[in-house]
């Protein structure tokens, strides 16, 4: 059993067929990421198909800018554009021949026909149709001898209506009804083939084993189901996605709910290993509370049985906080060169042993990698004092002007009386502890006051790090000019 089982496995092909017309949604990358998942646990392969026959809807740019987002996630492909594999060319509109061999083999079964009309022709019908209170079909206006089929005329399917009952990895046990099949073109008149062909013929031609897709195209299915009965080819394993629907209310996610294209995302300071642990949470779990995971967890632990029905939210706010979860992750090494491009300009000069100081201070607290210059610009350069840093925070805005230069004139004298050589975390936080019991204050207050006029920053490390990495000097200096400040 368990070596069927293997052999079962080491077969597994799954594949992303985008459409190049433009910006990669969020979820044309969940498919992608669920393919490629399910691909790399099995050791099958993951193709990656270009649909380009829509040439009105093409948009130039499109299918390298979705390679490129594909390999910024780390979500590699072994066939397809640019890689040679036995089952090419990859990009549909190099494929014709292929579908017009394909669609003779259905003209010579008596299972496809040149259709005739105009599109004039075919609203009359569509009118009638709706006049009478019928349902639509064009296998209802299927011509009584119809023209030999030659260029500039569709090419229609001749289905043969049926009920079917099939399984669905995602959407359980489905079934419907004969009335839904249809006559669908299968070779428009502009010599492309329609998706509803091309994707049956490519998947059968490229051995996939498993269609993963959006629930666009879920109605479709039976009369997919009856082609690839004409077509004589077996069925792959179907999954469909559930929708990913927008932050507020139970709308579908469009680009408007602020969902932006994933070389946006990188720009921003989004790391590849939050995104795709985001993206794949869209809609699956493991059935257990854990909620980040690393790449290769995903890799072992997806299933296709537990992508959820319903649909899933998209809440950038925990993308942000798994972000910042997996930026905790990486190895310091590693954060380095992620952070390379993030540097405040004034940390240009300083040497890479002082980067990496303080780069291993700010990790924990870094949410982007955009965040690095907010986080520690103060340790390159001179803030600048910021009164209304002072009014906006709830511990510090009470303090009269009097009370706040006590404090720091009390920090500043004891923190001289530190020795130089011994300016580190563990002696400052004895003398922070000190000098919360002589002036009495909540640590709240003084932390954030000593914090603030030593960095006018929104937030710091730890402040013993923070003083430690800074160094003597600087806080006495950085103190005294904020007591001078504050008195004038
Ligand atoms: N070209 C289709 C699309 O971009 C692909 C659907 C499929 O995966 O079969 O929506």
């Known amino acids: 059993m368990l070596s069927g089982i293997l052999i079962y496995m080491k077969h597994i092909r799954t594949r992303f067929a985008p459409s190049p017309t433009g910006f990669l949604h969020v979820g044309g990358v969940r498919t992608a990421l669920f393919a490629w998942l399910l ?47 036995e089952y090419g060319p990859y990009l549909q509109s190099e494929r014709l021949e292929i579908y017009r061999t394909w669609a003779q083999k259905l003209i010579d079964s008596g299972r496809a026909y040149a259709d005739p009309y105009t599109s004039e022709q075919l609203q009359a019908f569509r009118d009638e149709a709706r006049a009478n209170k019928r349902a639509f079909l064009y296998r209802n206006h299927r011509p009584e001898n119809p023209p030999t089929w030659e260029a500039g005329m569709p090419l229609r399917f001749k289905s043969d209506p049926k009920a079917y009952a099939w399984h669905d990895e995602v959407m359980g046990d489905l079934s419907t009804g004969p009335e839904v099949v249809d006559d669908i073109i299968l070779i428009k008149s502009d010599g492309y083939p329609t998706y509803n062909f091309a994707h049956i013929v490519d ?113 950038a706010r925990r993308l942000l906080w798994m972000n910042g979860q997996h930026i905790r992750m990486l190895p310091l090494d590693e954060l380095e060169q992620r952070v390379e491009n993030f540097w ?34 103060y340790f390159f350069e001179e803030p600048d004092p910021n009164w209304t840093m002072l009014q906006d925070n709830k511990q510090l805005k009470k303090l009269e002007q009097s009370e706040s230069q006590q404090m720091l004139t009390a920090a500043r004298e004891t ?19 000190s000098l919360l019991e002589s002036t009495g204050q909540k640590p709240a207050v003084l932390f954030s006051l000593i914090r603030l006029s030593v960095s006018w920053a929104p937030f710091s490390p730890a402040l013993p790090d923070t003083l430690a990495a800074l160094g003597k000097d600087t806080v006495i200096a950085r103190i005294d000019r904020s007591l001078g400040a504050l008195s004038e």
């Open 415 to 433: 923190f001289t009386t530190i020795p130089d050589d011994n300016f580190q975390s563990d002696t400052i936080q004895n003398t922070l502890n």
């Open 39 to 85: 691909a790399r646990q099995s050791n099958g392969q993951f193709i990656l198909r270009i649909e380009d026959t829509d040439k009105a809807r093409e948009v130039e740019g499109s299918a390298a800018h979705i390679i490129k987002c594909l390999s910024a996630l780390g979500v590699d492909y072994d066939e397809g554009p640019n890689k040679t594999g």
């Open 344 to 377: 405040p300009a004034s940390a240009q000069d300083a040497s890479e042993a002082r980067k990496r100081q303080i780069l291993s201070l700010v990790q924990d607290r870094l949410k982007t990698l955009t965040d690095l210059p907010i986080l520690s610009s």
């Open 203 to 315: 998947d059968a031609e490229m051995q996939i084993t498993h269609v993963i897709r959006g629930q666009e195209f879920i109605s479709s299915q039976p009369t997919y189901l009856n082609l690839y009965e004409a077509l004589e080819v077996e069925r792959p394993i179907f999954a469909t996605m559930p929708h990913i629907l927008a932050e507020t209310g139970g709308k579908k996610l469009s680009k408007r709910d602020g969902a932006k294209d994933i070389l946006d995302y990188i720009a921003d300071g989004y790391t590849p290993e939050a995104l795709i642990n985001f993206i794949a949470s869209l809609g699956w779990n493991d059935g257990t509370e854990q909620e980040v995971f690393t790449r290769e967890e995903l890799v072992a632990k997806f299933s296709l049985d537990r992508v959820q029905r319903s649909g899933a939210r998209f809440d």
